[in-house]
């Protein structure tokens, strides 16, 4: 068997062997444990009889338990074979190679160590020099971390872009990707292809003002300037080349890397507007004829355009008298409910079955039910409200010897939210008096002295209160003049 320890290569030059001889056993320790992180002192048994640690890093790894304990316990089972080697190989006349070996540790995870060790004499102690790997096994660790997520996000980007390819190539709507700074077209899909009606590598790379008429030029480039100035352009129509018909251009620009490209998707005008006019012509006649009021505002809630319905019940004449008017000055009673309305409308997105009232013009006031939704997607965004009249309820007079509470109680109580605290208070008070009145008349036979005495007012009192509600025979002999 070849001994692992070297002899002629390791050997130290004779000044240095000569400096060093010059050490006593004190300073020789000092000058080993400064050298090393860690150094261990193992008798010819192989038990731990001292141990030195220079890394701070191992104070807390459970080092201080090695002491008393034979090193090959102090490592995992696949270590101890290279435990064995370095206590085989070590001789008197040279240091063996270094060979890395695992502790368990406290805080769970392995403690790496590289061992080099040799023999100091006859009475065969050992000692072990070793180096910390710790903070290299950390970075390996996070090495290995790092790679395995950069391969993830690969595999994640590589699938984005296998089904972004597959919607642009199967996708019905021509599209084409331009590049912002110089109009030329980057890709092009096969829609886009059938649509201009050239082979597709004489679209790459040619200026895209170039697929439409020298009429339309202006105006594409236009778009372009737009996009760059504001990175966003209204839709336009224009003519494509070789007399291939008008089309319809939308733009979006997007930032590719350090560059800018523009996505321009392309239609057919005379497609677009048939299937605009065959799905929207009976769509719009209908809104139009329904008996419900129906008004769509943009996102300031100014108005820009409602139904026949609507203007009935706002009382105005054509739609131009509404267009640009806030639909504040025709909903709600009283500020609080349309503001409760439009706060409800922007957290949710959607209201249904608001009760309120719409003021018209002239003075009057519908009680009506709203409907309204958010569209922040339109082109341009927009809010929609449905207004629908709710049925006047009859109240009924409550039967003299009735202790139902009349109908107007009901009524106030639907008026939370909708009337003042002030003017609801004042309400339910004169409502409390009336009843206290009629009962007290009711339990009195009409005796209206006893009544005033039951309800602590005085006769004055009470006739004025009784004129005041319209209770009993207001004409009768007994009834004073106010």
Known sequence: MTSLATHAAQNPSAALSKTLAALGGEAAGLLVAAATDLSLVVDADGIIRDAAFAAPDLAGQGCD?????????????????????????????GVTRWRQVNHPSVSGEDL???????????????????RNLLAMASLQRKLVETQQALERDYLRLRGAETRYRMLFQLGSEPVLVVDAATRRVTEINPAAVRLVGRPEKRILGQDVVELFEAASAREIELLFAGLRATGKAEDLEARLGGSRGPARISASLFRQGSSAS????????????????RVRGPLLDVIEGIPEGFVVTDLSRRILTANGAFLDLAQI?????????LIDRWIGREETEAATLFATLAEHGS???????????????EEVEVA??????????CLGFTIRGTPRRAVAAAAPGSHELPRSVEQMTELVGRVSMKNLVR????LIERLCIEAALRITRDNRASAAEMLGLSRQGLYAKLRR?????????DFPEA
Do not use: C
Not at 112 to 130: E, F
Not at 262 to 277: H, K, P, T
Not at 427 to 430: F, K, L, M, V
């Open 65 to 93: 338990t090695w002491l008393g304990r034979r090193w090959i316990d102090t490592v995992t089972v696949e270590s101890r074979p290279k435990i064995d080697a370095l206590m085989r190989d070590a001789a008197p006349d």
């Open 112 to 130: 790496p160590i590289r061992y080099a060790a040799m023999r100091l004499g006859s009475d065969g102690s050992i000692i072990a020099i070793g």
């Open 262 to 277: 523009v996505l321009l998707r392309v239609s057919d005008a005379a497609i677009v507007g048939a299937d605009s006019a």
């Open 317 to 325: 004449a054509t739609v131009e008298q509404a267009r640009g008017e």
């Open 351 to 365: 209201v249904r079955h608001f009760a309120t009232g719409l003021r018209g013009v002239l003075g009057s006031i």
């Open 372 to 381: 309204a939704v958010a569209v922040p997607n339109a082109r341009p965004p």
């Open 427 to 430: 309400e339910t008070t004169d």
């Open 469 to 477: 509600y319209g209770i009993g025979d207001l004409d009768g002999p």
